[in-house]
C-alpha cells in the first residue's frame, strides 16, 4: 500500500479559517495564523448553495466532532466500517497533523491556526494557552462558542479561560448526551465535542484490536446520530458539521498502540464533513 509511505499534503491549522469563514468572519489575524480555507471544502459548499456565488456564507452553525486518533491507514484498510460516515458526508480531507503528534499540540494547531512552534505546546503537556485562538476570536464578534470534553482531556485544558461555555464531565457518555442537549438548545454557533475512547482502546489493544475497531465504530455512530439530530432540530440554519480527528496511531510493542512518531501512519488523519 503506497498510501502508508506517503504524507498527506493539506494541513490541520486549515480547519481555524475554515470555520471562521463559514461562520461569516475574517479568518485573517497576523502572520503566524494559517487564513486559508480548504479549498475542496469550500468548493462543495459554493456547489451546494451554501457559500453564495459571491463568495459569502450562508452558514450559521459549525459543529465540531473530534474523536481522538483515527489514522488515514485505519480508514484506507477499514473502509466497510467508515461506509456509514461515507454515506451521509460530502466531502473527505485528507489531513497532515502536526508534529509531534500527540494531542494537546494537534488541537492547539486546530484551534489556533498555527504551527505548534507559534502556539507554544511542543510536546505532550497541556498548558493553558495564552495566545490568540478560535474561542478568543469569535466571542470578540459576538459568536457563542460552547465546548464539550471529558475532565483532564487536551480540548478541556488548554482552552481554559474563554468567554465561551465549557460542559466538562467524567465521563463521554455524559458528554454525548450534553451535545444532544445543546443540539436541542440551539444556543451556540459553535460546539465542539471531543470523544476519546478510541485512542483510550488502541494504546491498550493495538489499533485494530477488536476492542478498539469496536470503539471507532462507536465514534462513527456517534457522528451519525449527531448529524440526523442536526438535521431534524437546525432546519432554520445552515450548518458545517465536521468529524474531525487530531492524528492517527501505529501498532507498537509496547505500549501496544502509540502515536507521536514522524511518519505517516501517525501523521496522516482523515476528516469528513456534512453540509446540513
Ligand atoms: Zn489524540
Known sequence: ?????????????????????????????????????????????????????????????????????????IYKKHREIFKPLEVITQVREDILTVFPPVTPVCFGSMYTGMKPENHGILKYEKPVLKIDTIFDFLPSTGKKAAIVCTQGDSIAEIFKGRNIDYFIYPT??????????????????????????????MHRFTPEGKKSLQELRKNIDTYCKLQ???????????????????????????????HGKYIPKDMNTVHFYSFV
Open 1 to 73: 500500500m503506497t498510501d502508508n509511505k506517503e504524507f498527506n499534503i493539506t494541513e490541520i491549522t486549515r480547519i481555524r479559517p475554515t470555520i471562521e469563514f463559514f461562520l461569516g468572519c475574517n479568518p485573517v489575524h497576523n502572520n503566524v495564523t494559517e487564513s486559508n480555507v480548504l479549498e475542496n471544502t469550500l468548493k462543495t459548499a459554493v456547489n451546494m448553495g451554501f457559500v453564495d456565488e459571491n463568495g459569502k456564507s450562508k452558514i450559521d452553525r459549525v459543529f465540531m466532532y473530534n474523536p481522538d486518533a483515527i489514522g488515514m491507514w
Open 172 to 201: 463521554i457518555d455524559e458528554c454525548n448526551k450534553q451535545a444532544e442537549e445543546l443540539i436541542n438548545s440551539d444556543n451556540h454557533d459553535l460546539i465542539v465535542l471531543y470523544n476519546g475512547n478510541y485512542d483510550y482502546y
Open 228 to 258: 440526523k439530530l442536526i438535521s431534524e432540530k437546525w432546519k432554520e440554519h445552515k450548518t458545517f458539521l465536521a468529524f474531525a480527528p487530531d492524528h492517527g496511531c501505529h501498532r507498537s510493542i509496547f505500549p501496544p498502540g502509540n
